[in-house]
């Protein structure tokens, strides 16, 4: 049987539907090929550690991405085009790490549940892993309306 979508593989699961989540952003950035990606909730001193590790930034954050592929925005991924990064069948897409403290504290500072607040970061994380980004407005604006249109698509709304 041919394996397609994109698989979020997470040792805790905590507080979304991260099939549905993953379900929508294969659909949205019309991907064709079987995808991974690998989710960790961690702690604000993990968090901070990998920000200053492995991006030399001191400080805590809510949500870090390790895209593995370079050049996919726009694109759809195929196993053809990264050989060398499939796994299990799959063309393995990075890493998120979402820290648990920082979306409790969000969520309370913006007035919405801590499952809508995770959502968002594991989806703004997994655009991330397809290239897209936010350091000019032009691209900010491109990916918040990808997020809002995701976000929309599985009934998780601003509250």
């Given at each position: 049987?041919?394996?397609s979508g994109l ?5 805790t699961?905590k ?11 294969y659909?949205?950035?019309?991907q064709e090929?079987?995808l ?17 590790r ?13 895209p ?12 053809t085009?990264?050989p060398?990064?499939?796994?299990d069948?799959r ?7 979402v820290c ?8 309370a ?6 499952e ?14 397809f290239g897209?980004?936010?350091?000019d407005?032009?691209?900010?604006a ?5 997020e ?5 698509d599985?009934?998780?709304?601003r509250?």
């Amino acid at each position: 049987m041919k394996k397609s979508g994109l698989e979020v593989i997470c040792s805790t699961k905590k507080h979304l539907n991260l099939k549905k989540l993953a379900d929508s952003v294969y659909k949205t950035l019309a991907q064709e090929d079987a995808l991974s990606a690998e989710l960790e909730f961690v702690s604000e001193e993990e968090i901070a550690d990998l920000n200053l590790r492995l991006r030399h930034v001191a400080g805590v954050t809510d949500v870090l991405s390790f895209p593995s592929l370079d050049g996919v925005r726009h694109k759809v991924i195929k196993k053809t085009d990264f050989p060398f990064d499939v796994e299990d069948g799959r063309v393995f897409i990075g890493s998120i790490a979402v820290c648990v403290t920082r979306a409790e504290e969000q969520a309370a500072e913006y007035g919405h549940s801590v499952e809508r607040e995770f959502t968002y970061l594991v989806c703004h994380g997994l655009l991330h892993l397809f290239g897209y980004d936010h350091i000019d407005e032009a691209d900010r604006a491109e990916m918040r309306a990808l997020e809002d249109k995701i976000m929309e698509d599985i009934g998780v709304t601003r509250e």
